[in-house]
């Protein structure tokens, strides 16, 4: 038997950026995303069991070690279903991988829900909000961004509490129904992978107190302040909280030692084309946020996407390749043959 699951990337709002608890992989903050489009950004992954003696990763068409953090879930999931058959793990990105374009969020929600099926040879190829939200709680110890990949539309990964691993979970806040008119915009300025991967770069955030003491503070009532912004449909706010928490989460990238600068100089010139347009617009009609990477993320609107394009793709910026995509419709997409 085989079983191929389709998920998409999510873009985070409000950043997963430290945790709390190390060895339960409970985050210092929840955090709220939305998930792309994967008709345009998306990991497909295949399991069936292997004919040789141990798991096997391709990844994009070529061998690789597995990831510890994979070999730990395989071990759970043998460990609940006394499975023992050596797998055979096929996974594609159709997007740069570990490039800063969240390909962890997609590969390990496809990664696990594909498990699921695998090792539960009669349960249908759709999954329940229940089950979904339970397999999150698993995915999350391979990439903690990954939880929120296990829904379409908008999602809050709830913290939860620190020493109750079950309680740290994706939730639906709204389908892509309520983001309808959001269009997104992913700039890639750079497919290289990144030096410093996100979980180096988030031990030391939560290793300095004065910055892991400003997420703590500042991430709650932010986030309050996101959901409602996206449920009341209100822009405006919704680009401020998302400026406002992605310059936060550069500056704990940037201010630990040695740093971890992520932008590259093309990165700064699309801040500043966004913020350009809406001075000229004397309103909030675009905003940015950025993954642990150079690559933008842009928001708008239907009836501003035009005008932005236009006054966009005129400025002089080298380098950078632009998709459109919208926010995903679906929760993942699954199929046993
Ligand atoms: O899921 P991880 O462990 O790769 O970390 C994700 C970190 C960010 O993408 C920068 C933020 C987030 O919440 O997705």
Not at 60 to 67: D, F, M, S, T
Not at 80 to 92: F, S, V
Request: glycine residues 4%; hydrophobic residues 35%; contains cysteine.
């Amino acid at each position: 038997m085989k079983v191929t699951v389709i998920t998409a990337p999510n873009i985070a709002l409000i950043k997963y950026w430290g945790k709390e608890n190390e060895e339960l992989f409970i985050p210092i903050n929840s955090s709220l995303s939305v998930t792309l489009d994967s008709k345009d950004m998306s990991t497909t992954t295949t399991l069936s069991f292997n004919e040789t003696n141990e798991d096997i990763l391709i990844l994009n068409g070529k061998q690789c070690p597995l990831a510890k953090r994979m070999t730990n879930i395989l071990s759970w999931f043998r460990g609940e279903t006394k499975e023992t058959r050596p797998i055979l793990i096929n996974t594609q990105n159709s997007f740069p991988t570990a490039a800063g374009l969240a390909s962890s969020s997609s590969s390990y929600s496809a990664f696990v829900i594909a498990l699921f099926l695998l090792l539960n040879p009669t349960h249908p190829p759709t999954l329940s909000i229940e089950e979904l939200s339970f397999l999150s709680t698993i995915s999350r110890q391979g990439s903690g961004s990954s939880c929120r990949s296990m829904f379409g539309g908008c999602v809050e990964w709830e913290k939860g509490s620190s020493s109750d691993s079950r309680s740290s979970k994706a939730v639906q806040i709204c389908t892509s129904a309520a983001l309808s008119d959001l269009e997104i915009l992913v700039c890639v300025v750079s497919s290289a992978a990144k030096s410093i991967g996100s979980t180096e770069g988030m031990q030391k955030t939560a290793n300095d107190p004065s910055l892991r003491t400003l997420r703590e503070t500042n991430v709650p009532p932010r986030l309050e302040k996101a959901k409602l912004s996206i449920l009341s449909k209100d822009f405006a706010s919704l680009a401020q909280i998302t400026m406002d928490e992605c310059t936060e989460f550069l500056h704990c990238c940037s201010t630990t030692i040695p740093p971890n600068g992520y932008l590259s100089p093309i990165s700064t010139q699309i801040i500043q084309a966004v913020n350009d347009f809406n001075t000229i617009n004397k309103n909030l009609l675009v905003f940015y946020t950025f993954d642990a990477g150079p690559n933008a993320i842009l928001f708008t609107r239907t009836g501003d996407l035009l005008s932005f394009l236009d006054y966009f793709l005129r400025k002089p910026i080298t380098n950078s390749s632009t998709k459109r995509t919208s926010v995903q419709t679906k929760d993942p997409i699954c199929s046993k043959f």
